[in-house]
Structure formats: structure tokens, C-alpha cells
């Protein structure tokens, strides 16, 4: 079951004490313990959950275009800004993970922290309903909603733009390694564009690795 310190952050997060410790314990499982309930199921339909309350939210705050509400929406419902929620809130002491999985590097990783992140609202939303999940969501996604998270153009789209506008062929992305085991994979990208250059990231994804390489190749080039 739960420890005490466990339940209080969980309280603290969803604004009420957990009572199926079952459910609980399981969002916060990796597959790596051999535990045959652990985290996934929840994390699908924590990510739905999450996907409807931020598409609501953003559709309340304004009257932006389909495409910018979309872009904005992929941002905060990614993986990406999943862990950096979980990891605001202090969330990785309480994973449970098996020995191989910690060694790795587990705790601090974006699949991981993202993953168990909508485990958690899929846990909340079983034991509490839409609506108590819906107002979890609104707390831990304030800053990132209210912030700039999105708002800018994507790095891959603004690169692309750059090259047509100079009249340059289309970025070229390519997976130069990939390392780690799975739960904790890193990925290197490269990106170049003829006649100008290239430049690398390495990410837990090959997405994010090509959206932090089209980063660095507007920072160096542009």
C-alpha cells in the first residue's frame, strides 16, 4: 500500500485523499517491476482526459484560429511538458521502478515522468470523475497554459519557413544513434540544409531530439 508521505503529496496534487490505494499505486508503477498492474492503462486515458480539459481551456480563453489552438494544444499535452509538471511537482521519489529501470536513469526521464503523470489523471478521473480530474489538470497546468507554452511558432516549422524564404531546399532530418534501453532511450538527430549546415540534439525522443535540432539550427544560421 501507500506509504504516508505518499498520500499526503497525492492529496496535495488532486485536492483529495486518495481511497483506492490499488488504483494509486498502480499509476505510479513502471512496467519494469514485473508488477502485472502498473501505469499504462491509466496513462491512456489520463491522456485523453488531459487532451479534452486543455482543448476546453484554451477554446475559453480567446478567440485564436483552429491552427494556433491546435498548436498550442500539442504543446502543453506533450510529453515533454508532461514531465516538466511532474518534475514541478516533485513527482519522481514517489515512482516506483524496478532496480534495472533506476539505474537507468528512470527518475528523470521525459517518457517516464510524462507517462505517469496521465496515469495519475486517468486515476483521478476513475476514483473522482471528469470533473474533479478536469479541476487537478487546471492546477498543474496553470503556469504552462498561462505562460508561453506554444505559442511560438514550432522550431521545425519556423526552419522550414526560413529555408523556403531563402530559397533553400527542404531541412533534412536524420537519426545519427540511438542509445539506452527502451524506458530510457536517447536519441541523436541531425538536421542540415544544403549549402548552409547542420546541427545535432540528442533528446528521450527522436521528435523532441528534431525540434531541439531545428532550435539550434536557427540559433547558429538564421
Not at 532530418?173 to 540528442?202: N, W
Request: glycine share 8%.
Amino acid at each position: 500500500m501507500l506509504s504516508e508521505d505518499t498520500l499526503r503529496f497525492l492529496a496535495e496534487q488532486t485536492g483529495c485523499e486518495p481511497q483506492d490505494q490499488a488504483l494509486w499505486l498502480e499509476a505510479l508503477t513502471h512496467a519494469s517491476t514485473a508488477d502485472k498492474r502498473n501505469y499504462e492503462r491509466l496513462e491512456f486515458l489520463g491522456d485523453r482526459v488531459l487532451g479534452l480539459t486543455i482543448a476546453e481551456w484554451l477554446y475559453e480563453r480567446g478567440d485564436e484560429p483552429e491552427g494556433r489552438l491546435s498548436q498550442r494544444l500539442n504543446a502543453l499535452v506533450s510529453r515533454v511538458t508532461c514531465a516538466e509538471v511532474a518534475r514541478t511537482i516533485g513527482l519522481a521519489p514517489y515512482l516506483r521502478l524496478g532496480k534495472q529501470a533506476r539505474d537507468d536513469g528512470g527518475q528523470d526521464s521525459d517518457n517516464i515522468l510524462g507517462d505517469v503523470m496521465e496515469a495519475l489523471i486517468g486515476a483521478c478521473f476513475i476514483e473522482r470523475g471528469f470533473e474533479a480530474a478536469r479541476a487537478m489538470v487546471r492546477k498543474l497546468w496553470e503556469e504552462p497554459v498561462m505562460g508561453k507554452t506554444g505559442k511560438r511558432k514550432h522550431p521545425k516549422s519556423a526552419l522550414q519557413e526560413w529555408a523556403a524564404g531563402n530559397r533553400r531546399r527542404t531541412p533534412e532530418y536524420k537519426l545519427v544513434d540511438r542509445s539506452g534501453p527502451d524506458h530510457a532511450a536517447r536519441f541523436t538527430v541531425s538536421v542540415s540544409v544544403h549549402g548552409i549546415g547542420e546541427a545535432q540534439a540528442t533528446s528521450t525522443s527522436k521528435q523532441d531530439a528534431e525540434t531541439q535540432a531545428a532550435e539550434e539550427f536557427m540559433r547558429r544560421f538564421a
